[in-house]
């Protein structure tokens, strides 16, 4: 009994030194993605059943909580602005020229017909808000050395309730994540495909984002241009500038 009480104290002590070890490198990869403001030109291919669609945008986005994205090309998407505050968000459409709120099941529905839905857009990226950490190990991947860490939701407003994620041990960037349901079925997996150093921090500026659930090659996300502590007027964060 002695020993069985040994083994249990000794285990529950390497598994809470594995839940403080990932909780340093989380903390680590929040640090090196944060910035107060930053401006962003992106660009979004899209690989659907019959074409591939590249969409063009440029964000201004403040801390971790406000973002305004407007769409530059093609033609059609072009004037299409988004403006997400908290935990709103609002969509303008020069066709119909209206501002729709995008909220409960919308929320679920696909960005443009991309793998990313709007509710991936309001996903905090804070991770340590929501999600304890652990980690799982040691692995590879595009000749990377990573940690291999499992998250699990303990609250109950995100939109994946398990995540594995793996980060590159030297540049503190998440590689690859699986996203997970509740059931354990795997939702969504997005994969780093390149990195580059900028202004003093590793960001991913190619990514793929593949929906699981469906056929097809996923949707890529290209950082073209990126630029980190620029003024942003406050106008900007308003629901009467989407109509400007």
Not at 62 to 76: D, M, N, V, W
Not at 150 to 176: C, G, M, N
Not at 206 to 234: A, Q, W
Request: proline share 2%; aromatic share 10%; net charge positive.
């Amino acid at each position: 009994m002695k020993m069985y009480s040994f083994t249990v104290a000794v285990a529950a002590l390497f598994l809470l030194n594995q839940q403080q070890d990932a909780q340093n490198i989380i903390k680590k990869v929040e640090k090196n993605r944060y910035s107060d403001n930053k401006y962003v030109v992106s660009t979004m291919i899209i690989h659907g059943r019959r074409a591939v669609r590249k969409i063009k945008a440029k964000s201004w986005i403040k801390g971790e909580e406000k973002s305004f994205t407007e769409y530059i090309s093609p033609a059609r998407e072009r004037g299409t602005k988004m403006l997400k505050i908290k935990d709103n968000l609002w969509m303008y459409s020069p066709s119909s020229d209206r501002i729709i709120r995008i909220s409960g099941n919308m929320l679920r529905q696909s960005l443009m017909g991309s793998d990313l839905t709007y509710e991936d857009m309001m996903e905090d990226p804070v991770i340590s808000s929501h999600y304890s950490s652990v980690i799982l190990g040691d692995t590879i991947i595009t000749n990377r050395k990573c940690w291999k860490i499992k998250l699990k939701a303990r609250t109950e407003d995100v939109s994946y309730k398990k995540r594995i994620i793996l980060v590159d041990k030297e540049r503190f960037v998440i590689l690859q994540d699986e996203r997970y349901a509740k059931s354990g079925t795997l939702l969504r997996k997005v994969s780093v495909k390149k990195m580059e150093f900028i202004q003093g921090k590793w960001i991913a500026t190619h990514i793929i984002f593949k929906d699981m659930l469906k056929r097809g090659k996923g949707t890529e996300f290209i950082i073209n241009e990126i630029k980190y502590n620029v003024k942003i007027p406050s106008y900007r964060f308003s629901k009467s500038s989407l109509k400007r």
